[in-house]
């Protein structure tokens, strides 16, 4: 195990205005007055009112994309504990936490969360606006 694996651990809370984080539990720098959590990310719930089931999307809680390239592998961000609500014995989803992974591990080639298509196509597909026997059809303004 490495000396990363063995201090730092998923955690969920609570922020101070009810948002839902979710982030890796920094425990090397954790204190009593501080949770450290790296690279936390915002839980968002949505219902989907037309199959009734609910759609969680995580968020990173600041873009990567914005630190300066040198820093950007980890960032440590430190709650205050007094302003939060925690349940120690919460486990966090697998689902849950293979969606973070994917968010915070997604690297700088593109946005969280977001698969990009590095692969080039020869032959892309068009789209046609209009068809073409409406481009034959004379206008009120080519009549004139």
Do not use: H
Request: with cysteine.
């Amino acid at each position: 195990m490495s000396n990363k694996e063995s201090t730092v651990v998923k955690t969920v809370f609570i922020d101070g205005i009810g948002r839902t984080i979710v982030g890796d539990e920094n425990k090397k720098k954790s204190t009593k007055a501080q949770l450290a959590v790296d690279n936390p990310a915002v839980v968002f719930v949505q219902p989907n009112p037309d199959s009734g089931q609910i759609q969680v999307q995580v968020i990173p809680l600041f873009f990567r994309e914005l630190v300066s390239e040198e820093l950007r592998d980890t960032q440590t961000w430190y709650f205050n504990r007094a302003s939060l609500v925690t349940n120690p014995t919460l486990v966090p989803d697998a689902k849950l936490c293979e969606q973070y992974d994917r968010v915070v591990g997604a690297g700088p080639e593109g946005p969280p969360g977001i698969v990009v298509d590095n692969e080039t196509k020869s032959d892309p597909k068009v789209v046609k606006l209009f068809d073409e026997d409406d481009a034959k059809t004379p206008t009120a303004a080519t009549e004139a």
